[in-house]
């Protein structure tokens, strides 16, 4: 089993979490009526707050909130619009738990107002890189001294050479883009961005080699893994979106053997039981 990296964050309101003493599980609150798992299931403030605070009893050491979905085949909202979405549920959620939310944003204002309005760490698609807004991302979490999740991505699947060094050099770049802004070191978390940019074979590749990744020059990264119920999953099995479950926790445990510190999925109690037994297996607390 991987090494994992050890760390603690710590915010104004009391809030914490600490890296690297048990698998994390982040929750999955999508506030959208297009995800492409559990849209319009959660766009109420009062179901989305009951889901939270559900997910949070079931074993979820972050909520990771998102309003717009990322999808095959998604249509973009304006920053505007996905703010005016997001906010009123980060307002209404973030008090009522005793764990970090997340905000699942790609745009830099978004991230900025979420941040502003009580959320804790900032969760990136594009890794710090999205092309309409360069440097941005990296200035708000430097701004807000938070932790943010940088994952890879890319718009085709054609890749020349080992997609391990195309991933490899993406994270060089946003991480040197962090570190210019000011963001920490120590506040960056890689996300290979499974499902993304990727293929069925290629995604199956990347989760092989999950550990490599999560060394980048010399310097070893915390990582975030996100396979829940994702389509090379159902690809491989033959299954469709709501018969993942199997192979999600089947992933899961592969990244966590990896050294993964921190797993986002949807089903957090079958998830969160899984981790914790390897977890005790292999003398991790729990």
């Known amino acids: ?3 994992r990296i050890k760390l603690t964050y710590r915010w104004n309101d009391g809030k914490h979490l600490t890296l690297g003493e048990k698998s994390l599980i982040m929750g999955i609150l999508n506030v959208t009526e297009d995800s492409f798992s559990d849209g319009g299931r959660w766009n109420t403030l009062d179901k989305a707050l009951r889901h939270a605070l559900a997910m949070a009893e079931e074993g979820a050491d972050i909520i990771d909130i998102g309003a717009e979905s990322s999808r095959p085949g998604f249509v973009p909202i ?3 619009e996905e703010m005016e979405r997001l906010l009123p549920f980060v307002r209404h959620i973030v008090p009522e738990l005793s764990v970090p939310v997340s905000v699942d944003t ?9 941040i502003a ?4 760490i900032i969760n990136d698609i594009w890794g710090l890189q999205y092309a309409e807004e360069p ?4 200035a708000v979490a430097a701004r807000h001294e938070v932790p943010v999740i940088v994952m890879h991505n890319r718009t085709d699947t054609n890749y020349v050479g080992d997609i391990l060094d195309s991933i490899e050099n ?3 770049k946003s991480i040197g883009q962090a570190l210019t802004a000011g963001v920490k070191q120590d506040r960056l978390v890689l996300d290979p961005g499974i499902g ?3 293929t069925t074979e290629q995604n199956l590749y990347v989760m092989r080699h999950l550990a490599r990744l999560k060394n980048i020059d010399g310097k070893a990264y915390p990582m975030l893994l996100g396979i829940s119920r994702k389509s090379f999953i159902g690809n491989t099995l033959d299954l469709p979106v709501d018969e993942r479950l199997e192979g999600t926790i089947a992933a899961t445990v592969v990244g966590q053997l990896a050294g993964v510190e921190i797993h986002r ?3 957090v109690k079958e998830v969160c039981r899984a981790v914790r037994l390897v977890d005790a297996i292999y003398g991790r607390p729990f």
């Open 135 to 138: 440097g941005e991302m990296a």
């Open 117 to 120: 309005a009580g959320a804790h």
């Open 78 to 80: 304006s920053a505007e």
């Open 1 to 3: 089993m991987t090494d």
């Open 265 to 267: 999925v949807h089903d």
């Open 106 to 114: 790609f745009k830099a204002r978004t991230a900025d107002e979420a």
């Open 196 to 198: 993304f940019g990727k």
């Open 170 to 172: 993406f994270f060089r």
